[in-house]
């Protein structure tokens, strides 16, 4: 295994200034790559298989709306046959079926995990990898170039290197966040 630190960046500009002053500091193409990371959920058609089927903190929102359905569909035939009297038996119906919509709405939403979960979940980006192990410049150092450039994250990974990429990306992994404080730490220990 070899020890990776990827920028991603949104700009592609920004990825060629990495791509350029990386050589420049003595990393060679062998050990250094760059490839665009499809937005989340479109992952589906790569061959190392395919994207998540829901995104991380839902896994309770399927049985949240169906307990809010059914509450709101009873409170909205409640109501709808109050109305029923003014609007007829067809009162009855709507205000089920509007309360068994709202109740669906709002039992999801409420068994929602409330936690963010940006940091799961790759951006759409130009990815610049550089294999460490074999480089002259150490990891602080490719934080710190990464960064310069304009990266909107810095990642850390282990993972194979084989022709001159990083063979076994997965995107849709999470991704190990760094930054120059992390790294400078990690060296120091």
């Not at 193409?29 to 998540?52: I, K, T, W």
């Not at 119906?93 to 409330?114: E, H, P, S």
Request: proline content about 5%.
């Amino acid at each position: 295994m070899a020890t990776i630190i990827a920028g991603g960046f949104a700009v592609h500009d920004e990825a060629e200034k990495a791509l350029r002053l990386l050589r420049e500091a003595g990393v060679d193409d062998d050990n250094l790559c760059s490839f665009r990371v499809n937005p989340p959920g479109e992952h589906s058609n790569l061959a190392m298989g395919g994207d998540r089927h829901e995104s991380p903190g839902t896994k309770h929102a399927d049985r949240g709306a169906a307990m809010g359905a059914a509450v709101g569909a009873a409170a909205g035939a409640a109501a709808g046959a109050a109305a029923s009297v003014v609007l007829g038996p067809v009162a009855i119906a709507g205000g089920a079926g509007v309360g068994a919509y709202t109740g669906a709405l709002v039992g999801a939403l409420g068994a929602m995990d409330k936690r963010t979960h940006a940091d799961e979940m790759r951006p759409a980006e130009t990815l610049v990898a550089v294999n460490v192990d074999t480089g002259p410049v150490p990891p602080e150092g490719l934080v710190a170039i990464f960064e310069h450039c304009g990266a909107q994250q810095v990642e850390t990974a282990e993972g194979t290197w084989a022709n001159g990429e990083w063979s076994d990306f997965d995107p849709v992994s999470r991704p190990h966040l760094v930054s120059s404080l992390y790294v400078d730490r990690r060296a120091a220990s």
